[in-house]
């Protein structure tokens, strides 16, 4: 199981950018990954600290959320994380958090509009709202994928429950989550000082255009 180390070692240490981005309570939020060239993923386990998880307490899944690898029973997200990546092939990073202003929004069924250009480079858009979904089997999961497949966010605000982010790797999955929880706060804000302006949608397109494709090294 060799193979499985350096990713559970990954995703282990990525959920220190949970906590460190205040994104997270107790337990709750997990963060998985695809395994690269298998129908397998690792996923944090079922309410164990942040402080004490390691990479060996990392589970490996199948993509239909058995256990393959590890001692622990994985998140209570498992369901909704494997029909991601059962569904969405691109997809190799799922995060889940109650980040408190995203999570707000949720509890509205507000979609958060795209009114700031840090929005327009990592989301492409409006972050929308997913269908109020039970857990206890992939009814969260199917949520997911029908509200983002075909829409260039990278986040969804599943009604009256939190946020789900994906990526091409579990990092772009957290960054998306830090980000969404970022702009969540600042639109909050600025629909108290009045209400914000949108963004035309040639330039979201033109930014998010520049954002993914030039932008960086």
């Known amino acids: 199981m060799t193979a499985y180390a350096e990713l ?3 995703v282990c240490d990525l959920h220190t950018e949970l906590t460190r981005n205040n994104l997270v309570t107790w337990t709750a939020g997990n963060v998985s990954g695809r395994v690269p060239g298998e129908d ?11 402080d004490d998880l390691t990479p060996e307490s990392i589970v490996v899944c199948d993509l239909h959320g058995r256990v393959v690898e590890g001692d622990l029973s994985p998140s209570s ?5 494997a029909y991601v990546y059962r569904n969405l092939p691109e997809v190799g990073g799922v995060v889940h958090t109650h980040s408190t202003y995203a ?4 509890a509205r069924a ?4 795209c009114v700031l ?8 858009g409006e972050i929308p709202v997913g269908p109020f979904a039970l857990i206890g089997d992939d009814s969260i999961g199917r949520g997911i994928v029908e509200t ?3 829409h260039r966010s990278r986040a969804v605000l599943m009604q009256n429950h939190g946020v789900f982010t994906i990526g091409k790797d579990a990092r772009a999955a957290v960054k998306a989550a830090v980000m969404c929880e970022d702009v969540a706060r600042t639109v ?5 000082l009045g209400e914000p302006l949108p963004i035309p949608a040639a330039d979201i397109d033109r930014l998010y255009d520049r954002y993914q494709n030039v932008y960086g090294q």
Do not use: C, N
Not at 40 to 50: E, M, R
Not at 77 to 81: E, P
Not at 103 to 106: G, L, N, Q, V, Y
Not at 110 to 113: K, L, Y
């Open 8 to 10: 559970r070692r990954t």
């Open 40 to 50: 397998l993923f690792v996923i944090k386990p079922s309410g164990v600290s942040y």
């Open 77 to 81: 997200d498992t369901d909704a994380h």
């Open 103 to 106: 999570t707000a929004w949720a």
């Open 110 to 113: 507000e979609p958060i509009p």
């Open 117 to 124: 250009t840090a929005m327009a480079d990592e989301f492409g």
């Open 148 to 150: 983002l497949k075909g």
């Open 188 to 192: 909050h804000v600025s629909r108290q």
